[in-house]
């Protein structure tokens, strides 16, 4: 019984940070390449960033540069850490295992 939960979102201002958390349970975390991904009204859900379990990463053109993505593999959670977030980031965010376990998403809001 795969679980991913997301955390960390709500209303930012332009310019502003967040960082999202997930915590995953009933996987072999380490062994699982990790991501995230959003979803806005109306698009499909597009690719943000993953990071496998050694540690090396890829990002989505979109986010490069301003978006970290990062693992704690001792207490099996994945984060992402947003920053300089614009209005064209506002969608849901969500988490992903091993390229096929989804969590419920998360509500990220860039607003002033």
């Known amino acids: 019984q795969v679980q991913l939960v997301e955390s960390g979102g709500g209303l930012v201002q332009p310019g502003g940070s967040l960082r999202l958390s997930c915590a995953a349970s009933?996987?072999?975390?380490?062994?699982?390449?990790m991501g995230w991904y959003r979803q806005a009204p109306g698009k499909s859900r597009e690719f943000l960033a993953r990071i496998d379990g050694g540690g090396m990463t890829a990002y989505g053109d979109s986010v490069k540069g301003r978006f970290t993505i990062s693992r704690d593999n001792a207490k099996s959670t994945v984060d992402l850490q947003m920053d300089t977030l614009k209005p064209d980031d506002t969608a849901v965010y969500y988490c992903?295992?091993?390229?096929?376990?989804w969590g419920q998403g998360t509500q990220v809001t860039v607003s002033s």
């Open positions: 992903r295992a091993d390229y096929q376990y």
């Open positions: 009933g996987i072999a975390f380490i062994d699982f390449t």
